[in-house]
């Protein structure tokens, strides 16, 4: 059996979960290399034509990251893409399309990549899927995002792109320093998310990790004392979480809204049952490692080597 060549697409050479899945996919058989974005040139030849969705090394375009052609490589997983702006971001998120159109299997595929870093994409997408959530809205203007916080009471303002619980407010509603959070917000980034805020007793929120539609384990996180963020690089806790057949589907469905074939999914426990508030499209396996003795690494690395079985 000749090796499958698999590209890891990751910034950080020591990233744990890169690293999972380097050692599991040579496990499995396959050859794997990691690939830093910051290192993506692609040249246009602007000489011939080609059949659309023909994978072929001459299709007048090229893509190489680190002295590797990606148009010769079966797979390429994308752990981070890493970015320095907005414009750069944009050129590694296009090639990533460009490499799937091509017919290069990208996984995570770059649509749920992007829907999933979109907390208004996301929110959308459970939405439409049935998916319990808190009740959101994003808005760009003033008097209708104070008219929202006033309806919530408080809400917990995101950045649109966020991720480690980087950048989240909570605001209250006559608040007059909050008033002024959230017309600074408006005024930085020309719009506000605003999610209802769950207030729990011990703050805590479950992270679930999806790969090919299975819940492969789940972990609470519980916020360091007298904070109410949970992300592990916010000072959170990870302690095993036991599943339930309400964890299973609402992850597995929210896993299903975004088209991801990995993810973590965030889901905090209200009054009204489990409502998931995010889903990761480039989570990290480390917590739900250590956590539960789970290597979603095996599993990723199994559906890519063996994508029918
Ligand atoms: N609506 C909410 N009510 C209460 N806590 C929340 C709410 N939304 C987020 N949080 C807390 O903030 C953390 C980060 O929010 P999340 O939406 O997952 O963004 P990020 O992409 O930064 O992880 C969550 O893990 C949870 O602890
Ligand atoms: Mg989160």
Redesign the pocket.
Known sequence: MSFMHIGIVVSDPKDWTACALMASFTRNGGQAVFLNFSELTSTIDGKMSYKMGEKSASCGHSFCSNGVDLLRLDALVVRDLGRRGVQDVAFRFEALQALESLGLPVINPPQAIARAAN?FATSLALQRAGVPT?KTAVSTSPKDALRILHEYGKA?S??LF???????ELLKDGDESDMEKLAAILEKDGLVYL??????RS???IRAFVVNGKLMAAIY?V?PPGQ????LA?G?QAELCPITGELRDLAVNASRAVGAVYCGV?L?ETGEGLKV??V?GTPSGKGIFEASGVNVADAIAEHVLRPHS
Not at 162 to 168: A, P
Not at 228 to 231: K, R, S
């Open positions: 907390k808190p917990v995101k950045p966020g991720f480690k619980g980087k950048g989240i999610q209802e805020f769950i207030a729990l703050p805590r929120d996180r916020a109410w963020i949970t992300n916010r959170g965030d905090l508030i995010e990761n």
